[in-house]
């Protein structure tokens, strides 16, 4: 017999060899139907892998992120398997579970493949599916699985099998279908009522541009056929939310071949926008008692070296920039915290001057794989609105928590009202990743966990996902669309003052190390953007957005009032333009609404008599005709309100 602990912590018997989905039904027969895989010590099993020991368990259904991922993964393998039938002879490379779907990477030989086949891959796989096939899971020997393989002329597999140990390979069939896999999967093909292949992409095998480029299809799968209609109607309306597509409409930013791939241009609305994020937070900033600093964009290996970020982050930089002094090199920075780090050690400390509060609005850079880049949200250069905190022991939980108010501002005054706060710490297993000793981890990882309790957050724990250097509290933000984005993030660290040999001078009159927190309330400007931008699909909060006002002149008669009207709204502080194109009104006003202004001002005859404008809201229509002060005084309580509301 073992005994099997459930997540209420309730004790119960089985006979050895029972399986996670008989554990579901000898609790109710609609909890069995639903069970996709089963969480086994922490780690995710199939749902009909016998269990042999004692064990705690969890059993995951379509509601659990290993739930989806484990049914996201068995539907590659499906897909995997409707491929195989009209193109015998593929070589299928590898097939894992993504944020939303799944992928496989195919090798079609001379064979060539296009989206316009996806449906009938789509077709075929829900026929298998409806077969209801088992995901049989087989221990097999290196010896054998080799054999299969080259049998198979499959040199991907033969590849991955030389990295994996003998007594650890395991191959997953379904239907006719049979590939190295580790797993876990749900328990037969019946489960997966729903398909969507999204698109066709290409990849390189193990990401090296020196490979063959392989076919990546990507995917997505449900347990009812409402849920993937729901999601695709998200998808468009994401689609419409784009920021690369409302950034380039808005006139926000750029790229250009000849910058680099990466490298964003801001243009001037998107440069405005910016700037008033970066005094939003510097006023805040000041008066939480931050001190500006501002740092060399590259610095000698040296610094790198000795932070450990060279050792960390070597291979994904930029290559390093060798100057004529023989043996000399610089690299572009990848972090701004080694240079705050001797900045503070720049002049002796006391305890008394703790803690000390250095900010930067950095930039920095990091060499992202050609495939990786993405818009905004992921690129080689982008500016992080940085700040370390070095502070004694004893403050470290009151200032973590003075770091989460700050970061709770920021999503405050933006509209991000849902959030979890992920606290991210080391892998149980394997610590190589990390640098630092044992005890400053748990220290640091206590910090962390008090300020999160003592804070009321929604916290969730993540093991294997703290920075090489120190725990960290990720803010996970919900969008208007329900995605989930990884913006703030704050971050205890004890390594790197030891590493710069960082001091300060205690009561006792001793040296004494200070322990850092770095925090980035955005994250970085460029990613910040453009969630923003999707979150809000351009229509930003009226303190922020470009351009609040456009005039729209009826005809060129009235441009020169059009301009005085301008100019009054621009002394109360508010932004705008006047549209003088030779265009009809209907042409403007359509214009202008596409472009997300907030207020359109119509100025004609009856306007400029009567020193006054007709006034049209973005998404509203006509609100009324406003004298031109009385409009101001309107707008600018809507901006005082909005800041207010954020601000308590």
Excluded at 129 to 142: D, L
Excluded at 205 to 212: L, P
Excluded at 223 to 229: R, S, T, V
Excluded at 526 to 550: K, Y
């Amino acid at each position: 017999m073992i005994k099997v602990t459930l997540p209420d912590g309730s004790v119960r018997e089985y006979v050895s060899g029972t399986t996670s989905l008989e554990v579901a039904r000898s609790i109710s027969e609609g909890l069995a139907r639903n069970v996709l895989a089963a969480k086994i010590n922490n780690q995710v099993w199939d749902a009909t892998r016998p269990l042999t020991t004692d064990a705690t368990i969890n059993l995951l259904t379509w509601d659990s992120l290993e739930g989806k991922e484990t049914m996201w993964h068995s539907t590659a393998h499906l897909m995997a398997e409707a491929l195989e039938s009209f193109y015998p002879g593929i070589k299928f490379a590898i097939g894992p579970p993504v944020e939303n779907g799944f992928y496989y990477d195919i090798d079609f030989g001379d064979r060539s493949f296009s989206a316009d086949e996806l449906e009938k891959i789509e077709k075929k796989m829900l026929e298998l599916a409806s077969q209801k096939n088992e995901y049989i899971r087989k221990n097999i020997s290196k010896a054998d699985a080799i054999a299969y393989f080259k049998e198979k002329n499959d040199p991907y597999k033969l590849e991955l099998l030389e990295g994996l140990n003998d007594g650890d390979i395991t191959f997953y069939t379904q239907g006719n279908f049979t590939d190295l896999c580790r797993g876990p999967h749900i328990p037969n093909t019946g489960f997966i009522k729903a398909v969507k292949l999204l698109r066709v992409a290409g990849a390189y095998w193990r990401g090296d541009e020196k490979n063959k480029q392989l076919t990546r299809i990507y995917g997505i799968s449900f347990p009812k056929d409402k849920e993937l209609k729901e999601y695709l109607t998200l998808l468009e309306e994401a689609k419409k939310r784009d920021h690369r597509k409302l950034g380039k409409e808005l006139e926000l930013f750029t790229f250009s071949e000849k910058v680099g791939m990466g490298l964003p241009l801001w243009l001037p609305k998107g440069a405005m926008l910016r700037e008033r994020l970066v005094q939003m937070l510097q006023k805040a900033q000041i008066k939480t008692g931050y001190l500006p600093v501002v740092t060399p964009h590259i610095a000698q290996k040296e610094l790198y070296v000795t932070s450990g970020h060279y050792e960390k982050y070597g291979k994904d930089s930029f290559q390093p920039i060798n100057t004529p002094q023989e043996g000399e090199q610089f690299f572009l920075k990848p972090m701004n915290c080694p240079h705050h780090c001797e900045i503070y050690k720049s002049s002796p400390k006391s305890y008394k001057d703790l803690p000390v509060r250095l900010a930067e609005f950095g930039t920095v850079y990091r060499y992202e794989q050609h495939g990786e880049l993405h818009g905004l949200t992921r690129v080689r250069g982008f500016t992080q609105d940085d700040a370390h905190l070095f502070c004694r022991p004893d403050q470290v939980k009151e200032e973590f928590c003075k770091v989460i108010d700050l970061v709770l501002y920021v999503f405050n005054a933006l509209g991000f009202e849902h959030y979890t706060a992920q606290i991210s710490l080391r892998d149980k297993e394997d610590r190589s990743k990390y640098i630092g000793s044992d005890e400053n981890w748990n220290l640091a990882e206590q910090a962390i966990i008090e300020s999160a309790a003592e804070k009321g957050l929604p916290t969730v724990v993540e093991y294997g996902e703290a920075a090489f250097y120190g725990p960290k509290l990720d803010f996970m933000v919900k969008d208007a669309l329900g995605r989930k984005w990884q913006l703030g993030t704050i971050q205890v660290d004890y390594n790197l003052p030891e590493r710069f040999q960082l001091e300060y001078t205690g009561s006792d009159n001793q040296k004494h190390r200070p322990v850092m927190i770095h925090r980035a309330p955005f994250g970085s400007l460029e990613r910040f953007v453009a969630v923003l931008i999707e979150h809000c699909a351009g229509n930003f909060p009226l303190w922020l957005t470009p351009d609040q006002f456009a005039i729209l002149p009826i005809s060129e008669k009235y441009n020169a009032y059009a301009e005085n009207v301008k100019n009054a709204l621009s002394a109360k502080d508010l932004r705008g333009f006047t549209d003088e194109r030779n265009e009809k009104i209907g042409k403007k006003i359509r214009d202008n609404e596409i472009n997300k202004i907030p207020f359109m001002l119509i100025v004609g005859e009856k306007e400029e008599a009567e020193n006054k404008i007709a006034v049209r809201q973005h998404g509203k229509g006509d609100i009324g005709v406003f004298g031109i002060d009385e409009f101001a005084t309107f707008v600018t309580q809507i901006i005082e309100k909005d800041l207010n509301k954020h601000n308590q």
